[in-house]
């Protein structure tokens, strides 16, 4: 027998199936050539249940950065430098390969693009990067004095890591592995760096 879902369930779903739609379409056709017809027809709905759910486009747009940031684990604080590095970094080279990071990964682009083209958007992406680099800089805090420059500067790095390595990762493997972000990790905070295998 299918389980019954109650409302806030399949309203719940509904707002995956259209978000989901909307970070393949953007990454795919990218934002301005992305209707909100193609993304309703592309999740089996009707672009009424995209203006049920979400104002329109930019209301999508905030949706999908939001649940990036819901879906991150935060660090936890009794961890030790080494701990705490290797954690972020076997997190990373576990998710990076992953189809829906690549997912996102196109997405991503397509709204930073988005959000430098356009005035009246660069806000939301802007709150969304210092946002980000708040949840880094919070993280960062576990290595104490051991940090070799300040929070905010290390969280500005870290981010530019985890962008730069995954775009890179992704568009060419064989000359950027994975494992690059956790070396480069280790370099930033002033740890050994391991080797591969090591």
């Known amino acids: 027998m299918a389980e019954r879902l109650t409302r806030a369930q399949q ?3 509904t707002r995956e199936r259209l ?7 953007f990454g795919d056709r990218g934002i301005h050539r992305t209707t909100l017809d193609d993304i309703a027809a592309a999740a089996g709905l009707t672009k009424g249940a995209i203006y049920a759910n979400f104002g329109g486009k930019t209301d999508l747009i905030a949706a999908l950065l939001q649940r990036k940031l819901d879906g991150e684990e935060p660090v936890r604080s009794r961890m030790t430098a080494e701990s705490w590095v290797k954690s972020m970094g076997e997190s990373y080279e576990a998710h990076a390969p992953t189809p829906e990071v690549r997912r996102f990964a196109m997405a991503f682009v397509e709204l930073w ?3 430098m083209r356009d005035e009246s958007h660069r806000g939301l992406f802007r709150e969304w990067l210092r946002t980000v680099r708040a949840h880094l800089a919070e993280d960062a805090a576990v290595l104490g004095d051991r940090l ?3 929070t905010d500067q290390a969280a500005a790095l870290l981010l530019a890591l985890d962008i730069g390595v995954a ?3 992704l568009t060419d493997p064989e000359a950027v592995p994975v494992t690059t972000y956790t070396r480069g990790v280790e370099a930033l905070m002033g740890l050994p760096v391991t080797r591969p295998g090591g």
């Not at 978000?19 to 379409?25: N, Q, R």
């Open 11 to 13: 309203q719940e779903r």
């Open 19 to 25: 978000l989901d739609s909307a970070e393949t379409l």
């Open 113 to 115: 693009l988005f959000g």
């Open 148 to 150: 070799p420059l300040p």
């Open 167 to 169: 775009l890179q990762y």
